[in-house]
């Protein structure tokens, strides 16, 4: 899979990238009629990934992920708090009913809440130090996703008719 995406920063053989999310309606010739709960407007989604082709902030570059990392990103994000979630509820109910515990349904729920905050911190503190101990940001990150090739240079913007053009 390959997006363009502009270059908005740089840091160490990172670089964060700001690229259009694919909508179903993005070609759609109804866009200004529609009534899709407003589907049709451009969102933007912001990513870290490798830079190895040396793109600097400002360029506009090509970015390409394996086919299945976005399905392995996906499940990581929603199924593991989602199976933390199960594995602590239904074995807080099972001891709760073991123990006769009062409520064991409200033990069981709070334990499942838990169970997905659990996995959520661990999951993050993981991916903080496979990032080298770098803070988590707002931006994805997608494992396997790199930069491979500049499409356009950023205009150098200590030269005053590149700083003019891009007002």
């Avoid at 502009?6 to 070609?27: E, F, W, Y």
């Avoid at 109804?30 to 969102?43: D, K, P, V």
């Avoid at 499942?112 to 905050?117: D, S």
Wanted: aromatic share 6%; charged share 20%.
């Amino acid at each position: 899979m390959e997006q363009t995406a502009t270059v908005i920063a740089v840091k160490g053989g990172m670089a964060l990238v700001r690229a259009r999310r694919a909508s179903a309606c993005g070609d759609c010739a109804g866009q200004s009629a529609c009534g899709t709960l407003g589907s049709w407007r451009q969102r933007t989604a912001e990513m870290w990934v490798f830079n190895q082709a040396g793109a600097r902030v400002g360029d506009v570059v090509t970015v390409e992920a394996p086919e299945g990392a976005l399905l392995r990103a996906a499940a990581r994000l929603y199924g593991a708090p989602m199976a933390g979630f199960f594995v602590a509820g239904f074995l807080a109910l099972a001891l709760a009913r073991r123990w006769g515990a009062l409520h064991a349904d409200a033990w069981a729920a709070l334990a499942a809440l838990g169970g997905m905050a659990a996995t959520l911190g661990y999951m993050r503190i993981r991916h903080a130090r496979a990032r080298g101990g770098q803070r988590a940001t707002k931006a994805a990150a997608l494992d396997d996703a790199r930069i491979v090739r500049v499409l356009a240079t950023a205009p150098d913007s200590s030269m005053p008719d590149a700083a003019a053009g891009r007002r």
